[in-house]
């Protein structure tokens, strides 16, 4: 790798961590669903102009659809559940069950696409489990509602980021391919798409929501913006140019980045459990991802 990929990679991290922030600041002004339907819009106005400016016409070569759905699976919905978890555990919760992303993986491409799971993977499967079993659980064996409510938000949302990983081989990869700016502004037009139904009903039936907040609107613009917009097309060119097991290495990044942000701006601390969950689940993430890709067992 060059160093301008460690760089990017590392910008990478910085940005993803500074969401958990960012959403844990709109959230509990905004809701959850509104929070996320502005996420996905403001990236997708960022990409539109970033589309805009490049010289080459705008093609999706078919694949316009499954670009579509694979933004409502792997934007819009988790980024709802992660709003909702913002509501409800620290960012830094949020970042370090960001980083089971290729734990999830590991498990539906077992179940749903016939990936073959090495002794090792198997073994990281497990410790990751049992990581995240240590930080939802406090002394004395009771969960908390919210930090219990926070872990399965989270935990969905980063199945829904793995399921997508294996759709986007299946319906992209698979069919030749697509330019990744194209790609990520597809999947941020089908995530607002899904979500603007809700953000709509919400507007009109659900609790009144003090909209006149410049702070708030600022960490919804950087959201948009800078963590997912400029983000996806970091994330999509690493891919192309390091490949994607090379960029997976950006889970074990991003909670660092989340703590630290979590720590300067709001204060946040952490207890010696939620410390050493967050080491078994960066080991068991390194054991799944290390050692070369899953070796498959029946077509896709």
Known sequence: MRLSDYLRLLT????????????????????????????????ALGLAAVLACLPSPVSFAGKFRPALLLGVINSGVPFFMYCLAAKWVPAGYSAIFNATTPLMGAIIGCGLFGERLTPRKWLGVLLGLGGIVVIVLPGGGHIPANILAGAVACLTATSCYALAGF??????????????????????????????????????????????????????????????????????????????????????????????????????TLNSRFIGGATVVGIAVWLIVSGGQLARTRPG
Do not use: H, K
Request: proline share 6%; with cysteine; net charge positive.
């Open 167 to 268: 759709l986007t081989r299946r319906w992209i990869s698979d069919r030749g391919g697509l330019d990744p700016n194209i790609l990520a502004f597809g999947s941020q037009l089908g995530a607002t798409l899904f979500l603007l139904p809700f953000f709509g009903g919400s507007l009109v039936s659900g609790p009144a929501i003090p909209w006149w907040q410049g702070e708030i609107w600022g960490a919804v613009i950087a959201l948009g913006l800078l963590c997912t917009a400029l983000a996806y097309r970091l994330y999509f060119r690493l891919i192309a140019d390091i490949g994607p097991l090379r960029t997976l290495t950006v889970t074990f990044l991003i909670p660092p980045f989340a703590l630290l942000w979590g720590y300067l701006v709001l204060g946040e």
């Open 12 to 43: 990478l991290a910085a940005l993803w961590g500074a969401s958990f922030l960012f959403m844990r600041i709109i959230a509990p002004e905004f809701g959850a669903l509104n929070s996320a339907f502005l996420r996905v819009l403001f990236g």
